[in-house]
C-alpha cells in the first residue's frame, strides 16, 4: 500500500467531523469532537465504555443530530438527517446488534429495501451478492435464511449489505464483541481486502491487541472529548489504555496465593436439553475453574442448568454436598451460588428498572426485604443499593436512575456488586467482561480473584482465552456440550486449541 492509500498524501480527507457536540439530558455526549477519516484507511475509535464512540459514529449515520458542528464529506458540507442520507453520501453502519430479518435468506437481506429488489430474480440476485462476498473473501451463502447463520455470519451479512449500496465509508461499532477468535481474523481478511479496494473503515473497540493489529491510525476518546491521535507504529497498548482510561492500567494480575480446598461444585455427568451431553467437573474452594471454548458448545447451557434456569435431563449437580440439579433459582441461589450472566441485560438486569430495584433482583423475597407477601422495605433496599453502589465504584447520577441509563461498564460492576454482596460459596462467572473496556475488565478481573483469595470456588466460563490465562488455576476446554480435555494454566494456547476443536481428551499429571 502507498503512503497515499494509508491516507498520508496531500489528498484532502474523505469525512470531516468538525466540532460535533452532541448533548443527551444530563451528560455532553460528544464534546467539540473534530476528526478526519481518509480514503482506504482503517481508523480505530477507541475508548471506555460511555466514551461517546456510538454517539459520533450515530450523528455522522444520521441517526442523531448533532447540536453543533458541521461534517464535510469529499470536501463538500453536507446534511446528514437519516441513515439514508448517510448513505446516499456513501456512508454506512454496522450496529452492534444486529437487524436482519430472520426467514429471510442472506440475499433477501441484502438486497432488502433496494427498489425493486423483492422482485428480483433470485438466481440473478444471489448471484450477485455471492460476487460481492467473494470480491471481500466474505464465507456466506447467499441461499441460507438468516435464522440458520452463526453471530459471525450474520454479522457477514450486514457488512454485505452496506457494501451493495455502494458506501465507501464503513462504520463497524465494536465488531469483534460478538465474535470468536477464528471469526474476528476472518473478519480482519475481510477488513484488510475492503483497505486495499479504497474503502475507509472506522473500527470502534476496546481491544487494544486488535486496534494495533489492523488500525492505520487511532483516535481515543474520553469522555466525550478527543483525548488523542497516534499510529500503531508510534504507541503501545499500555500507552492507549492510559489515555483511555486516564490512569495507568495492568494487564496482568497478580493470582492470589491460596491454599485450594475441598470440593464445591462437583458436577457429574450431567445431560440437558440441546448442548450438554455429559458433562463432570468438581471446582474447589479457592480455586478459579476456567473453561475455555469456542461460543456455542453449550456454555451458555451450562451456567444455566447449574443456576437453575434450566431442567437437567440427567446428571447430579452437588454444591458442598447438596444434590441441586434441577432445583430453582431461588433455591440454588440460596444454597450460596452466585450467577454472573453472560448476557446482563437479559439476564443479568431489567433495564427499564432502577438501581436500586436491581440491587435486590433475586433477592427480593428476603425477610431483611419484605415485610409480607408483595411489601417491600424500600428502605432498607435503597441502604443497600447506595452501599453496593458505593463499594464498587458504579457511577450513575443516583440509585433512582434506571439501569438502562448506565454505561456497559457500570451495568456489570452493579451485577457484581449484587452477586458477591452475599458471600457466595460458588461464583458462576458467565462471559464476566463482553463488552466492558480495559478499566472495567481490570476491575472485573480483580474482584474474581478477590473471591478465589477469600476462598470461594470459581466456575469461570469464558470465550476469552486471555481472560482463561489471566484467571484461572486450572482449564478445561468444552466442546458440543462434552469436556474435551483438561490443562494446567500455563498450558500453551494450541494445545488448548485442540480441546477447544474437540480433541482428545489430555492426559493430566495427578
Ligand atoms: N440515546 C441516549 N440517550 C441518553 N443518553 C445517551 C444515549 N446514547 C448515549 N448516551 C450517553 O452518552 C454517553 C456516550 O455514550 P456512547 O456514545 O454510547 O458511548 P460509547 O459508545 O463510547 O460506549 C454515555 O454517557 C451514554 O450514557
Ligand atoms: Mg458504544
Known amino acids: 500500500m502507498t503512503d497515499e492509500g494509508a491516507g498520508g498524501g496531500n489528498s484532502p480527507p474523505l469525512v470531516v467531523l468538525e466540532g460535533i457536540t452532541k448533548r443527551f439530558p444530563g451528560v455532553v455526549a460528544n464534546d467539540d469532537v473534530t476528526l478526519e477519516l481518509r480514503r482506504g484507511e482503517v481508523h ?90 467473494e470480491q471481500y473473501g466474505f464465507r456466506v451463502d447467499p441461499a441460507r435464511p438468516v435464522e440458520d447463520l452463526s453471530v459471525g455470519e450474520e454479522q457477514r451479512v450486514e457488512i454485505l449489505k452496506a457494501l451493495y449500496r455502494g458506501v465507501e465509508i464503513l462504520i463497524l461499532d465494536e465488531p469483534t464483541a460478538v465474535l470468536t477468535p477464528q471469526e474476528t481474523r476472518d473478519l480482519f481478511d475481510n477488513l484488510r481486502k475492503l483497505r486495499e479496494a479504497g474503502r475507509t ?63 464445591v461444585l462437583r458436577v457429574t455427568d450431567l445431560r440437558g436439553e440441546g448442548k450438554l451431553n455429559g458433562i463432570s467437573l468438581e471446582v474447589r474452594s479457592g480455586e478459579i475453574l ?21 431442567r437437567p435431563l440427567s446428571g447430579t449437580i452437588e454444591v458442598d454436598g447438596r444434590d441441586i440439579a434441577g432445583r430453582n433459582v431461588g433455591d440454588i441461589r440460596h444454597v450460596g451460588v ?7 441485560h437479559e439476564q443479568g438486569l431489567v433495564l427499564s428498572m432502577t438501581l436500586w430495584e436491581n ?30 453502589v458505593k463499594l464498587f465504584d458504579v457511577r450513575a447520577r443516583s440509585i433512582d436512575v434506571k439501569a438502562s441509563s448506565l454505561s456497559g461498564g457500570n451495568q456489570q460492576k452493579l451485577v457484581l456488586a449484587r452477586e458477591l454482596e452475599v ?33 470461594r470456588a470459581v466456575l469461570l466460563i469464558s470465550a476469552e482465552l486471555d481472560e482463561i490465562y489471566a484467571l484461572a488455576d486450572r482449564i478445561v476446554t468444552l466442546y458440543e456440550g462434552r469436556i474435551t480435555g483438561e490443562f494446567a494454566p500455563d498450558a500453551p494456547p494450541e494445545q488448548i486449541g485442540v480441546g477447544m476443536l474437540g480433541g482428545e481428551k489430555q492426559p493430566v499429571a495427578s
Open 359 to 388: 440491587a435486590v433482583l433475586g433477592r427480593q423475597n428476603d425477610p431483611q426485604f419484605e415485610a409480607g407477601p408483595g411489601v417491600l422495605l424500600i428502605r432498607k433496599i435503597k441502604a443497600l443499593a447506595a452501599r453496593l
Open 201 to 263: 473503515i472506522v473500527f470502534i473497540s476496546h481491544k487494544l491487541d486488535e486496534v494495533l493489529e489492523i488500525a492505520d491510525r487511532i483516535t481515543v476518546l474520553r469522555r466525550g472529548r478527543v483525548v488523542g491521535e497516534t499510529r500503531p507504529a508510534d504507541t503501545t497498548k499500555a500507552k492507549l489504555a492510559e489515555m483511555m482510561v486516564g490512569r495507568p492500567v495492568l494487564f496482568r494480575l497478580e493470582k492470589p496465593d491460596v491454599t485450594i480446598g475441598g470440593p
Open 290 to 310: 476456567g473453561v475455555a471454548g469456542v461460543e456455542g458448545n453449550g456454555q451458555r447451557e451450562l451456567a444455566e442448568t447449574l443456576i437453575g434456569l434450566r
Open 44 to 133: 480505530a475509535l477507541i475508548g471506555e465504555n460511555g466514551a461517546g464512540k456510538s454517539t459520533l459514529m450515530r450523528v455522522l449515520y444520521g441517526i442523531y443530530p448533532s447540536d453543533s458542528g458541521r461534517i464535510l464529506v469529499r470536501g463538500e458540507l453536507v446534511k446528514i438527517a437519516s441513515p439514508r442520507d448517510a448513505i446516499a453520501v456513501g456512508i454506512g453502519m454496522v450496529h452492534q446488534h444486529f437487524v436482519l430479518v430472520d426467514p429471510f435468506t442472506v440475499t433477501e437481506n441484502v438486497i432488502l429495501g433496494e427498489e425493486g429488489g423483492a422482485r428480483l430474480d433470485v438466481d440473478d440476485a444471489n448471484r450477485r451478492v455471492a460476487d460481492l462476498a
Open 423 to 455: 458471600d457466595p460459596k460458588l461464583l458462576i462467572a458467565a462471559q464476566p467482561t463482553r463488552g466492558l473496556d480495559v478499566g472495567a475488565i481490570e476491575f472485573v478481573w480483580k474482584e474474581i480473584l478477590d473471591q478465589k483469595a477469600a476462598g
Open 338 to 344: 452466585s450467577y454472573i450472566p453472560e448476557d446482563r
